[in-house]
């Protein structure tokens, strides 16, 4: 059994920053990739940023230069710097991992990748 529990969401004013992680824990032998997505109520779960296990990173396009992921494979904990935060940042922010043995891709290939997901953090960008 895995599990994976995300921490450091909050209230910040725009421009503000927050940095969220996400730990992994249970019987794990290793991370293929590990994703932050958001959803806001009335859509679709979105892509926010993820890193493989070859260090290759994809981040959406609206969060590009502003938001850094990262990933530190000692701790199984991946973290996602958000800088610059804009009120449409505002989601529930979840962690995901894939865990399965499997080919690698370079490209994001969809959320069904992940087979593993965090319950969410709550991030509210308002004046």
């Known amino acids: 059994q895995v599990n994976l529990v995300e921490s450091g969401g909050g209230s910040v004013q725009p421009g503000e920053s927050l940095r969220l992680s996400c730990t992994a824990s249970?019987?794990?032998?290793?991370?293929?990739?590990m994703g932050w997505h958001r959803q806001v109520p009335g859509k679709q779960r979105e892509l926010v940023a993820e890193?493989?296990?070859?260090?290759?990173?994809h981040y959406a396009g609206s969060v590009k230069g502003r938001f850094t992921i990262s990933r530190d494979n000692a701790k199984n904990t991946a973290y996602l710097l958000m800088n610059n935060l804009k009120p449409e940042d505002t989601a529930v922010y979840y962690c995901?991992?894939?865990?399965?043995?499997?080919?690698?891709?370079?490209?994001?290939?969809?959320?069904?990748?992940?087979?593993?997901w965090g319950q969410g953090t709550q991030v509210t960008v308002s004046s």
């Open positions: 995901a991992a894939d865990l399965e043995p499997g080919p690698y891709y370079s490209d994001y290939v969809g959320p069904n990748i992940y087979n593993y």
């Open positions: 890193v493989t296990n070859k260090n290759t990173t």
């Open positions: 249970g019987i794990i032998f290793s991370i293929n990739r």
